[in-house]
């Protein structure tokens, strides 16, 4: 059997390694960055890095992202209003730049749902590292208490404050120089597994058709990403589409030119930022830079989901990066002696060093209900429009703020913002839900009344749920459960 995995990105990946595991003959098909880049060349587009003026985390802020997003931008073409919409012509797509913090323990309840057989759970364990963050810092230093007993005696069943779980490789960890904001080969998906035992193809699909001979056959358009962009036509028994919530919606639209009733939604988390003084939590001075504690909070009426981000590492990410596009590093070691002051001195009350190690970047992530956003597709390209419900400002400050800050002071958890920061529309980078419409509870695509059993849907964009806390991980164990019975 033949099967054809379209998109590279981290399900896509996890999908053909799954496949390959139980002997299916697999090739997965998606453009590298390079050959994305060689293609707009030939097309004489000006390459041209942009400016992020989305300020969600310096990782975006990084040359090879800035780069990446770019030519990926030129490349899957779309016109967004009042939306940050992100799609990465690269190996392991986002995860290759993020790929760190996977929510597992908020996910659990909606991951159980799934019941994915023993096979299903191993090969999840075996190819997805999970790296406990309180646990690790009270195993490699004495100094650094293990807080979980203290999140225990805070937490109930409305308000649950537990250690972040990081997709890190743990034995690849330096203690002096921990992953963070910069590429590292223990997050997972920052380095591309070369290891595989299933066909890859630089290339990128342009339609999907049906065999209008053998119904049970499908054929691919694939435009290979060497020089002379040769076209050519592969059959497959199966096809599985893991191209995101935006690059899926595309190619379904281009291959069968359905007319929707009315645009498709495209579902994302709204996000608000602000600062939180955390007195008795303080992270040590090696640090992970990405979440350190998460929080599940039930309100009267809403469910929200707070990373807590060490503001240190940032501050540090933010400065060298300045350094950096000014041309200035040769200030960089004076910086780096600062920052060692500060630290040297973290543990005395009260000086900037304590107070430092105690503030955290707190990101509230909110539920997708509050989004109306739309996606259409039209004459080869992508149009999103950003929208939340109405009203949705006041209701945030209103209801959802008071309420938060109000729980959060109950635990010694103190805002320092008098309003939180609205992020961008689309700044969460999780987008669901624009193909769920078009096909059903397995995935498969809905055509002409008729449900294709062999074309599925396994990324985001074929699900109507998405969790509120990060949902990438539920996403992956999903698309394992849907394609868990092919034979």
């Given amino acids: ?34 050959s994305a880049q060689t293609y707009l060349r030939d097309k004489k587009f000006k390459l041209k ?45 986002l995860a290759k730049y993020w790929g760190a913090n996977l929510a597992c323990a908020a996910l659990d309840d909606d991951i159980r749902k799934l019941k994915l057989g023993k096979f299903e759970k191993e090969f999840l364990k075996s190819i997805i590292p999970i790296l406990d963050v309180q646990e690790f ?26 250690s972040s779980k990081l997709a890190i490789w743990e034995n690849k960890c330096l203690l002096n120089n921990l992953p963070g904001f910069n590429f590292s080969k223990a997050i997972f998906g920052n380095s591309f597994d070369k290891k595989i035992d299933y066909k890859i193809i630089d290339g990128r699909v342009n339609k999907i058709q049906l065999d209008n001979k053998n119904k049970k056959l499908l054929e691919l358009e694939i435009q290979l990403s060497n020089g002379n962009q040769n076209r ?51 992270y040590p001075v090696n640090h992970f830079e990405t979440a350190n504690i998460n929080l599940e909070c039930k309100l009267k009426n809403d469910n929200v989901y707070v990373n807590f981000i060490p503001l240190l590492g940032s501050i540090k990410e933010i400065i060298y990066q ?73 209701y945030v400050f209103n209801n959802i703020w008071p309420s938060l800050i109000l729980e959060l002071r109950k635990r010694k958890i103190y805002n320092l913002f008098f309003k939180p920061i609205i992020v961008a529309k689309g700044a969460d980078l999780h987008y669901a839900s624009t193909l769920f419409k078009k096909t059903d509870n397995d ?23 998405m969790p509120t806390a990060n949902p990438t991980y539920y996403f992956i ?10 034979k």
């Fill in 49 to 93: 890095n942009q400016n992020q003026n989305i300020n969600i985390s310096p990782k975006l802020k990084r040359e090879d992202v800035i780069r990446c997003k770019s030519v990926s931008d030129l490349y899957y073409s779309k016109d967004t209003n009042d939306f940050f919409a992100l799609e990465l012509a690269c190996e392991m797509g």
């Fill in 477 to 486: 164990a999903r698309a394992i459960k849907l394609i868990s019975k092919i």
């Fill in 322 to 394: 300045s350094l950096n596009r000014k041309k200035i590093n040769f200030l960089r070691p004076i910086i780096v002696l600062i920052f060692k002051f500060i630290n040297r001195f973290s543990n005395i009350p009260l000086s900037p060093g304590w107070f430092l190690r105690r503030i955290y970047i707190s990101n509230i992530v909110l539920s997708s209900r509050f989004t109306r956003s739309r996606i259409f597709y039209k004459s080869g390209k992508i149009y999103i429009k950003g929208k939340f419900i109405k009203n949705f400002h006041e």
């Fill in 443 to 465: 995935g498969s695509l809905l055509i002409n009344e008729d449900y294709l059993k062999n074309i599925k849907i396994l990324d985001a964009s074929s699900s109507e749920y």
């Fill in 232 to 282: 050519f036509h592969e059959k497959y028994d199966y096809i599985f589409v893991c191209c995101g919530a935006i690059g899926s919606y595309r190619l379904i639209r281009k291959s069968f030119n359905y007319k929707p009733i009315e645009k498709d939604i495209i579902k994302h988390h709204p996000l608000l930022a602000t600062l939180c003084f955390l007195p008795f939590l303080p």
């Fill in 137 to 162: 810092y009270s195993k490699k230093s004495h100094k650094q208490k293990n807080i979980k007993d203290y999140f225990d005696r805070l937490s109930t069943k409305r308000f649950e404050l537990k």
């Fill in 1 to 34: 059997m033949k099967i054809a995995v379209i998109g590279n990105g981290i399900i896509g990946y996890v999908v053909s390694k799954y496949l390959s595991q139980k002997g299916f003959n697999v090739e997965c098909i998606s453009p590298t960055l390079e």
